[in-house]
Nanobody, 124 residues
Framework: QVQLVESGGGLVQAGGSLRLSCPAS????????MGWFRQAPGNEREFVGG????????EYANSVKGRFFISRDNAKNTVYLQMNRLKPEDTAVYYC?????????????????WGQGTQVTVSS
């Protein structure tokens, strides 16, 4: 049984930082491209960023570029999302997702496995 379990969310003031973790079980993470998504109430799930299987390449949504950074440790079967200079508009449930393939995709439907999400709330 495949499980992705996000952790590290919480309440933070604007300008602060959080680091989300997403350890995986039931699959070998090095075989998967990983993505991070977020969903605020009333909004569609949106792509935050993604990382290739080896970690050699990342891409980010324009709204988080330069503030958020994705990394992975395949030996620990874990992917991370470092979020800096957080803004109130970053408030959302954050999800990690895994897909077979070569590159991250912006469309959530391209992903095979999902975590349950972790809430991030940024106060002004």
């Amino acid at each position: 049984q495949v499980q992705l379990v996000e952790s590290g969310g919480g309440l933070v003031q604007a300008g602060g930082s959080l680091r989300l973790s997403c350890p995986a079980s039931g699959l070998t993470l090095s075989n998967y491209v990983m993505g991070w998504f977020r969903q605020a109430p009333g909004n569609e799930r949106e792509f935050v960023g993604g990382i290739t299987k080896s970690g050699g390449s990342t891409e980010y949504a324009n709204s988080v570029k330069g503030r958020f950074f994705i990394s992975r440790d395949n030996a620990k079967n874990t992917v991370y999302l470092q979020m800096n200079r957080l803004k109130p508009e970053d408030t959302a449930v954050y999800y990690c997702a895994a897909r077979l393939g070569v590159l991250p995709k912006l469309n959530p439907r391209e992903y095979d496995y999902w975590g349950q999400g972790t809430q991030v709330t940024v106060s002004s």
